[in-house]
């Protein structure tokens, strides 16, 4: 049927700050589905509290609420503008549950609003697990014998009747929070007491474990006519114990039988048919017996989920935009995909190549964090990458997660034995390089399969990579046979890889130079939802190596756009907001928008965001093989991050244009000790410091400067290994620490400044002119972590003698660095002198705070300077803020309850919140000034 005339406007309910569980992939689905319902005409407001993401921008939607997601948030705009319906399924749990709550209020009935997407009843029936446990044993769908319990009482009642091991579900929960699983009957009690305590119903439900089956999960769409399209099958490499977000994915799924693909596909169309009367998506979870492929279901979500994100970018097919068409009435068969332009929404997505997702975590900034995985999720970010055969994606996805691997490998493999089989059988975040170093050391293929119950077609595939690393080992640069460099390339090996396998000093560019004298070129291939069948319209490519180039490379000026790979603590989704603003700049300003990056939670991979999107990982291999195919005027790296920016020295190398400033002032900046050098130069105060390369030299400096010290090393972000230290002893310690994780680095010492206020600046410059986008005041002190701290904008107590002062340092600076476009300054602020901490040639997390709270766009302004087609005195730039906003970080300690929660100069927290208020006398204001004069008084 055509779509519901009586539906005119439409709110949209994000899924607030990013937290562990519930990240930037909502932040697709909601930018993805308000574009696709403007399309169709209609008013779309959207209320989220995230001013990190693009999906609060103005080019999202009509009107954007940046307001914390409450009740009262959503009365407040009803009562300003007529809204026909909510859709509260593009938000996560956090969107549900705020539904369900006002619905209970009755805030939809009273303002005549229609909930599209979903209905209250089937958030009931899958979110209270007694609710969904019967359901299924009425519907014939098996579930582990299992019980509800709401008090302690109940719980241990249950756990005598089921029996150890058993599973702890807590009710209305994201991410797995709160539950466990649990082995012994003497972590029962604990465990059950966290779990009752993370629902907010206080419910749990306790489930007799299936360890060591296999789990599966199915993306589904349904539309008016009861018409169900199954998008994706996704395995999980891990078996069942580990949380789905923790999990290294597959897809199509690998191993699974036919008949138990049917048997799962009707019961997952079963159960969709059964929570409701809805058109929408959902997300359907199983449990398979690898034995008897018997099958439970584990949950279903009736929302976009975690995985609709990776779907649609493992499929091309846009799933949170076709599901908010159906919303409003459209049926599958009455669209059109939007990859081939020439068949229907209803025509199931077939893949001929493999992906694989890999989760990104960050154990490091925990430090004491349990860091063996289980059903509570604990990663911060993900990677997928897209490759011919499954070694191929699964190599391309270990080259993308930036932790110093360039493919499957172990730099610093271990010969203990027993430290190994422990690793196997207590997952954690390197499990996969464990099970690659078992096979190398010879452990039999049966005896890594009983350690991790991962399936053995997996562990064949790996110890088919360890036996051509043996091949390969046989051999000298010059005399690799060409048969076996094809088939290296073909299972994923990176060129630094095979140079580190040869050993005696060969290079990776020698390694090039041999390949290619070979023919042995990567060509890319184009994702189009139907393996081939039909003739694909959009430009959204993976490489591999094999015959046919299906990238055209167009005649028209391009340039290229360096993502910021996965979401990590300190490079989130503010660095993907710069990115896609980037792209919409480059277009505007004539050029073909290249988009490069392999992180499928974000909306800069969207099929239709960039003129040409290249899904690879942000490797300089895979970086210089398209700059070669598509010969771009130059490379954006300022938006995309550490990430992009630690490429600039390659580029450089290579004669590569980068827009913006150059390679060797980023440099300088991101060089501790010359930059110090600079500041010193140019007569701007800066804390005393000293360089050192080993812990002996540290300490000399630091006798000279004076304790405390600030330890920091060069090219990091978030804080990353910064430490405060008031003795030797700390200081010898934290320099071996950080020289051992970071090698090579240059370690800067400097007296660090107690209880001096901090402040930041980000701001543009065009050669000419500077513009200051805003001075943000900070509540916490000097030495708390500038994310982790409230930034307040336009300052609120600074005098205007410092305000002074960071103004024309400011100017100074970016004359000195020569910066075309956008920096970051951090300041110290003691008794009324400022000093210069840092200084980053870039896009920084603030950015999209202050655009937001400015509505100026800022980074589209930053990226035109950039590409040198316009300056600063082309714009008009009005700032229209009445009163102060606040930026407010959000952190996910419930995660890690073992896990310190004292802040420091390392950043810790994994998203943010906006807040305005209208004046200083707004209590939530007084109450952050008062805990600003206690930190500057202790």
Known sequence: MPRNPDIQSVLIIGSGPIVIGQACEFDYSGSQAARSLREEGIEVSLINSNPATIMTDPVMADHIYLLPLTVESLEQILKERPIDAVLPTMGGQTA??????????????????????????????????????????????????????????????????????????????????????????????????????????????????????????????????????????????????????????????????????????????????????FAGGCNVQFSMDPDTEDLIAIEINPRVSRSSALASKATGYPIARIAAKMAIGYNLDELQNQITLSTSAYFEPTLDYVIVKIPKWNFEKFQGANRELGLQMKSVGEVMAIGRSFNEALQKACQSLEIGRSGLESPKPTRDLDALMHKLEHPSWDRLFAVREALAMGVPVKSVQKATRIDRWFLLQ??????????????????????????????????????????????????????????????????????????????????????????????????????????????????????????????????????VNCNPETVSTDFNMADKLYFEPVFWEHLLDIIEHEQPEGVIVQLGGQTALKLSKQLQEHSIRIFGTSYENMDLAE???????????????????????????????????????LVRPSYVLGGQGMRIVINEEELESAVIDLLKSLPGNRVLIDHFLDRAEEAEVDCIFDGDETHLLAVMEHIEPAGIHSGDSHSVLPSFSLSESALKQIEVYTERLARALDIRGLMNVQFAIKNDKVYVIEANPRASRTVPFIAKAYGVPYVNIATKVMLGTHKLKDFVIEKKLEGYAIKEPVFSFNKFPEVSKALGPEMKSTGEAIRFIRHLRDPYFRRLSREKSMYLSR
């Open 96 to 277: 549900l549950n705020l539904c369900k709550e006002a619905d209970e209020a009755g805030l939809w009935e009273e303002y005549d609003v229609k909930i599209i997407g979903v209905d209250i009843d089937a958030i009931e029936k899958t979110e209270n697990r007694e609710e969904f446990r019967q359901l299924m044993l009425d519907i014939g769908v098996p579930v582990a014998p299992s019980r509800i319990a709401n008090s302690f009482l109940e719980g241990k009642e249950a756990a005598e009747e089921i029996g150890f091991p058993l599973v702890i579900r807590p009710s209305y929960t994201l991410g797995g929070s709160g539950g466990a699983f649990v082995h012994k009957k003497e972590d029962f009690d604990a465990l059950l007491t966290r779990g009752l305590n993370a629902s907010p119903t206080h419910e749990v439900l306790v489930e007799k474990a299936v360890i060591g089956w296999k789990e599966y999960e199915l993306e589904l769409l349904r539309d008016h006519n009861d018409n169900v399209a199954i998008i994706c099958t996704i395995e999980n490499f891990d078996p069942m114990g580990i949380h789905t977000g923790d999990s290294i994915t597959v897809a199509p799924a690998m191993t699974l039988s036919d008949t138990a693909y049917q048997k799962m596909r009707n019961a997952a169309i079963l159960m969709m048919r059964s929570i409701g009367n």
């Open 462 to 595: 790996i110890q088919h990579l360890v036996k051509l690393e043996a091949e390969v080992k046989r051999y000298t640069l010059p005399l690799i046979p060409a048969e076996l460099f094809r088939e290296l390339k073909q299972n994923g090996f990176s060129d630094v890889q095979i140079a580190n396998l040869l050993g005696n000093g060969v290079t990776e560019a020698e390694v090039r130079a041999r390949r290619k004298s070979f023919g042995l070129n990567r060509v890319w291939k184009m994702v189009d939802t139907c393996a081939a069948e039909f003739e694909a319209q959009t430009p959204y490519f993976y490489s591999t190596y094999d015959q046919e180039n299906e990238s055209i490379r167009s005649e028209k000026p391009k340039v290229v756009v360096l993502g910021s790979g996965p979401n990590r603590i300190g490079q989130g989704i503010e660095f993907d907001y710069s990115c896609v603003h980037g792209l919409l700049a480059a277009r505007e300003a004539g050029f073909e928008a290249i988009m």
């Open 671 to 709: 060089d501790r000790g010359r930059f110090s050098d600079l500041l010193k130069a140019l007569d701007i105060p800066y804390p005393k410091y000293g360089v050192s390369e080993t812990a002996e030299e540290a300490i000399e400096i630091a006798r000279e400067v004076g304790y405390p010290v």
